[in-house]
């Protein structure tokens, strides 16, 4: 199947610094990228809809400022955590959509942010 | 809107034993199905997808599911489970039509545990 790379696997940092995730298709092109955070021992939960060349789409409850997404070409997508909290710690996830409805979405590794 | 119901947080079952993951949805035009399965601080791997035809669909590590329009469900089963099954298994749907986007609606997720 289609390769995606999540970078870093995990990462501490402090309270109040920013942290960038990068996400990147290997072998196609993806239109659509989605961010995911899942809690511990629940299921995910979409943050934001990340479209080449355009502004995300957050979801309801989720702070735009807070949770920095671009998508500058059709094989990377970066999550950038502002001003970092303890409470932003979780395990997020990316997946990268080929664009066909009919085709699987394939997910990056997941990162584990803790923050201190 | 779409939405995906996985009734079980958890599954118990001996090794060797058949396993069943239980998966209902609901959706306003024609589904797209996927089963996702994720092991510990790991990002999610595809198992299978009904998109049309043949209501039984055979996937990796042989696991299969199958479609049933009337009842809405997409069970996942394995015959003879194994001890390395045990994870963390997602039911995920798609809405065919175009105008609901490609966004994946994820169940909560069902732990599975296979014992020796």
């Known amino acids: 199947g289609a390769v995606v790379s999540q970078h870093p696997s995990r990462v501490i940092c402090k309270s109040g610094t920013s942290v960038k995730i990068e996400c990147r298709s290997l072998?196609?092109?993806?239109?659509?990228m989605f961010w995911y955070r899942q809690f511990p021992k629940q299921s995910l939960m979409l943050m934001a809809t990340?479209?080449?060349?355009?502004?995300?789409?957050?979801e309801q409850g989720v702070e735009k400022d807070k949770f920095l997404i671009n998508h500058a070409s059709l094989t990377l997508s970066t999550l950038t955590v502002t001003s970092a909290h303890p409470e932003d710690s979780s395990f997020y996830i990316c997946?990268?959509?080929?664009?066909?409805?009919?085709?699987?979405?394939?997910f990056g590794q997941g990162t584990r942010l803790t923050v201190v | 809107a779409q939405s995906v119901a996985q009734p079980e947080d958890q599954v118990n079952v001996a090794e060797g034993n058949p396993l069943t993951v239980k998966c209902t949805y609901s959706?306003?035009?024609?589904?797209?199905l996927f089963w996702y399965v994720q092991y510990p601080n790991r990002g999610l791997q595809f198992l299978l997808k009904?998109?049309?035809?043949?209501?039984l669909v055979k996937g990796s590590y042989g696991f299969e599911a199958e479609f049933n329009k009337s009842q809405t469900s997409f069970h996942l089963k394995k015959p003879s489970a194994l001890v390395s099954d045990s994870a963390l298994y997602f039911c995920?749907?798609?809405?065919?039509?175009?105008?609901?986007?490609?966004?994946?609606?994820f169940g909560g997720g069902t732990r599975v545990l296979v014992k020796p």
């Open positions: 072998d196609f092109q993806a239109t659509t």
């Open positions: 997946s990268a959509d080929p664009g066909l409805l009919n085709t699987e979405a394939f």
């Open positions: 959706v306003s035009g024609n589904p797209y």
């Open positions: 995920a749907v798609r809405d065919s039509g175009k105008a609901a986007g490609n966004k994946l609606t």
């Open positions: 009904y998109i049309t035809g043949d209501n």
């Open positions: 990340s479209n080449e060349g355009s502004k995300a789409t957050y």
